[in-house]
């Protein structure tokens, strides 16, 4: 059977994750976050100290990860433990961006995400999707806006909670892990030829929503 496969790439705090799953609700498509992978693994890293490139090399055999969709919604398990809670800190984000860089990492990764992709309908977002992961990709969009927009929107999602960092450091953040993603050598950030660009930094969640379902019903039509 040929499912439908539609790519959405992005930088980090675009809201990639958040539209991708609202869309494939309405859709009745699986949307699968490859990002909460690459965090499982830099959990794993930070877990057992192993965040050095030939540290995490020697060790990416015993790395498990797998992913279920209880529900429609993706939970992520590390050698059978399920560390969806566990995986948003800003440690966490750091050590999957550094993690993430590494080859070993990337191929591990690259062949549990084709096979989802390969027996689901499927919006998956990440890094390079479009590029590398699902190069034939029904369609393939790729989601961004400012790196000001982007922290000032993580920062009214934290600004309730204790420990809230200062705008300017979720801005410094942000701006750390974009160069990191972007020059990486390997599967770098960046928007495939055949990607439809959407910068959101002027529209609201709905809106992008609507526009981004639109793009894929057009498409699929
Ligand atoms: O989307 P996210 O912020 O949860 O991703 C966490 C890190 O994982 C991000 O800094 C880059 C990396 N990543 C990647 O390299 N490739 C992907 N397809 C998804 C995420």
Not at 6 to 34: C, R, W, Y
Not at 51 to 71: A, P, R, V, Y
Not at 80 to 104: K, L, Q
Not at 114 to 133: L, Y
């Amino acid at each position: 059977m040929k499912t439908i496969n539609i790519a959405i790439d992005g930088p980090s705090g675009a809201g990639k994750s958040s539209i991708s799953k609202a869309v494939a609700k309405d859709l009745g498509f699986i949307h699968v976050d490859t990002g909460a992978m690459y965090r499982a693994i830099g959990l794993y890293a930070i877990r057992n100290g192993c965040l050095e490139e030939e540290q995490i090399t020697k060790q990416i055999s015993e790395i498990e990860i797998e992913l279920k969709f209880i529900g429609g919604v993706q939970r992520v398990f590390l050698c059978g433990e399920d560390v969806s809670d566990y995986i948003r800190s800003p440690e966490v984000s750091m050590a999957a961006s550094r993690v993430s860089a590494v080859p070993a990492v990337r191929k591990h990764l690259l062949d549990l995400q084709k096979k989802i992709a390969s027996e689901n309908n499927i919006i998956m977002d990440g890094r390079d999707i479009g590029t590398v992961v699902l190069p034939h990709a029904d369609l393939k969009i790729f989601l961004t806006a400012s790196a000001e927009e982007r922290a000032s929107r993580r920062y009214l999602e934290l600004r309730e909670k204790p420990g809230c960092p200062e705008y300017e450091e979720i801005l410094e953040d942000i701006k750390k892990r974009d160069y990191q993603d972007m020059h990486r050598d390997i599967a770098p950030l960046c928007q495939a030829e055949d990607a439809v660009l959407v910068d959101s930094s002027a529209m609201g969640f709905h809106e992008v929503v609507e526009h981004i379902t639109a793009l894929i019903k057009e498409k699929l039509d």
